[in-house]
């Protein structure tokens, strides 16, 4: 089994006080230096998809595939068709960019649940709230994305309804270690 870790990061760039979200200064490096070392620390590869990849490439380590969408403006289902469609590993670890506190523990404790379980996909949630950021899903739901790409379908919930997927609250995450926070999204 191989994990690969994915960075949605497609859209037009955020800007915060001049300088792209990705780039902000974070601890010795950037937000997105940050998040890439922590998805290293349990994915065997990370891909990143961004409509900019040039403006990415020297920000990011070599070991980093930075990749476009296949489907150009299908939102974040758009990259992950991309990500998931090239990714290497069964299982993927899919984050948005701006995601810094990620947590190792939680990905691990996403993962075996989706595996003991067999769901296609787990994702945090919190109060009863889905987010997809931070969710582990199996390379074979490619099949499901061929299919919303198809008719140009673009919203996380119809990729929901083709799924057997299950949630994480925040209390069962805790359970196990993991601080609340280590989704959040800047």
């Keep these: 089994m191989t994990l690969s870790g994915i960075i949605l990061a497609g859209g037009p760039t955020r800007i915060v006080h001049g300088v792209a979200l990705g780039l ?20 065997s590869e990370v891909v990143m998809v961004t409509n900019e990849p040039r403006a990415w490439l020297e920000h990011v380590p070599r070991s980093v595939r930075v990749i476009t969408d296949y489907y150009p403006e299908r939102g974040p289902l758009g990259g ?6 090239l990714s290497k ?31 296609d996909a787990v994702f945090p949630s919190s109060r009863g709230k889905i987010s997809p950021y931070g969710g582990m899903i199996r390379r074979s739901c490619l099949d ?16 929901f309804a083709r799924l057997r ?16 926070g280590w989704n959040l999204r800047i």
Aim: glycine share 8%.
């Design 144 to 159: 499901e994305l061929n299919g919303l790409m198809s008719v140009n379908e673009r919203r996380w919930e119809s990729f």
């Design 80 to 85: 992950l068709h991309a990500a998931l469609a």
């Design 89 to 119: 590993g069964s299982e993927a670890w899919v984050t948005a960019m701006g995601m810094p506190l990620l947590s190792s523990a939680a990905a691990l404790f996403l993962l075996e649940h989706l595996q003991v379980f067999g769901y």
């Design 24 to 43: 902000l200064p974070l601890s010795n490096g950037t937000v997105l230096g940050e998040q890439i070392a922590r998805m290293q620390c349990v994915c």
């Design 165 to 180: 997927w299950a949630g994480a609250e925040e209390a069962m995450l805790a359970d196990h270690g993991v601080a609340p």
